[in-house]
């Protein structure tokens, strides 16, 4: 059974960084691609980055460039979320996904199939 548990999220200062942990098992680590998604109450679920576990690329969208950073721990099964300079507006659900699928993309969320339980991440002074 395919599982993914995140954990990290807290309440952090204005211009603070937390890293958040997506634990994984259950399935083969290196064949799969893992996305980091959140949803702000009353808002779409919104996808962040993603990381290759295969050959460890990863992609931004805007909302993330220049202020994280995905990597992963193949001996631990984990992969990490680094953020940085967090703003109000990074309040949410911070997600983990994964997916085996070759043209899932963190723009369609519902294309990514094994799903976290999600971490609150809170930003406020």
């Known amino acids: 059974e395919v599982q993914l548990v995140e954990s990290g999220g807290g309440l952090v200062l204005p211009g603070g960084s937390l890293r958040l942990s997506c634990e994984t098992s259950g399935f083969t680590f290196e064949h799969y691609n893992i996305g980091w998604f959140r949803q702000a109450p009353g808002k779409e679920r919104e996808g962040l980055a993603c990381i290759s576990l295969t050959t460890g690329d990863t992609y931004y969208e805007d909302s993330m460039k220049d202020r994280a950073a995905v990597s992963s721990d193949n001996a631990k099964k984990t992969v990490y979320l680094q953020m940085n300079h967090l703003s109000l507006e990074d309040t949410a659900v911070y997600y983990c996904?994964?997916?085996?699928?070759?043209?899932?993309?963190?723009?369609?969320?519902?294309?990514?199939?094994?799903w976290g339980q999600g971490t609150q991440v809170t930003v406020s002074s």
């Open positions: 996904a994964a997916t085996s699928r070759a043209l899932a993309t963190i723009h369609i969320p519902a294309t990514y199939e094994h």
